[in-house]
């Protein structure tokens, strides 16, 4: 199982910023992180890193349009800052929580097949 340490995942999240989340492709991606040897993610890896990556975003998105109307002015899920932002995007790229064990799943099955 290829582990994104927060290194290649931050080269990750340059590429995919530089290229827009609606055009990355895992080749160009590939190309733009600049990684060789044996500690690089082949195409699949990164397609699959892609895939919970957008998945991330939209549930992000979802969370920023609910907050504004909520009680108690406590920040959103997964406020805090590009920090935070990378933190969560490597946790549910490794694995994850169990909420996000759908796209977990997603993921395995690619590998898989």
Known sequence: RFVWT????????????????ENAKPQAISQLMNVEGCNAPTRQNIKSHLQKYRLLLQKRARNAATAPGEEGGAPAPGAGGAAAAAADAKEEADGGSAED???SAVDEGAEAG
Not at 10 to 21: M, P, T
Request: glycine share 6%; no cysteine.
């Open 101 to 103: 064990a759908d796209a």
């Open 6 to 21: 927060a290194e290649l995942h931050r080269r990750f999240e340059v590429a995919v910023n530089s290229l827009g989340i």
